[in-house]
């Protein structure tokens, strides 16, 4: 049986009369390729903030990790990587620094810090990058140390939002690599994309559609039951009647 690391049940957020997230119950299992699909106000944004432990529910249950979303949210914290679309490195400081920094926040060792820096510059082959500013560096190389520190502590579960914004598709691909690189380690990989080519490459795909889910299954499974040839005339199908603009 598989092992479960993401539980939720009736998951909701509200703000004021405004519900953000409605209800929202899932599962997502350990090296498992998440997508958190949904269009601009559709909730997703909300929902993982909620689930690395950066806001409170409203109502319903969830576990990160092995923590209580309540009780835990410290050690929720500790226990996941996060990237966000501006990627979160510090470019007044180089490339090792960096790696340097997020190990320390991680709460890594020296010694642990020194072997995953040499082992990330070689990785990512930046050995003539590693004393330039990240501040300098190409969009796509940001890009790539960005994902390898949020996962440097090894952590159950890295979060990623909208990662892939704003880059080219072949740097687009090479970012999949890295993911499903990490997939292969254990590590779960729960990611929003706007990018309906990119939900292809997810093991399975929840649709958020004005707070509420309205699908999750396989990309193959959610085809067929749409008769649709691509995601794109899934997602349409789902979001066509959305009402809302923005989280």
Known sequence: MQEIVIKTNKLTKKFGKFIAANEITFDV????????LGANGAGKTTAMRMLCGLSTPTSGTANIAGFNIYKETEKI???IGYMSQKFSLYEDLTTLENIKFFGGIYGLSN?????????????LGL?????????????????KLAFSVAIIHEPKIVFLDEPTGGVDPVTRRQFWDLIYSASDKGITVFVTTHYMDEAEYCNRISMMVDGEM???????NLKQQYSAASMDDV????ARGAKRKAD
């Open 127 to 143: 050995a003539k990058e590693a004393k330039k500013l990240v501040g300098t560096l190409p969009l796509g190389w940001k890009q």
């Open 235 to 238: 997602f349409f199908e789902l």
């Open 77 to 79: 914290k500790k226990n």
């Open 214 to 220: 309205k699908a999750l299954d396989t990309p193959t």
């Open 111 to 123: 010694k642990q810090i020194k072997d995953k820096s040499d082992e990330l510059i070689e990785l």
């Open 29 to 36: 299992y350990a090296g498992e390729i998440f997508g958190f």
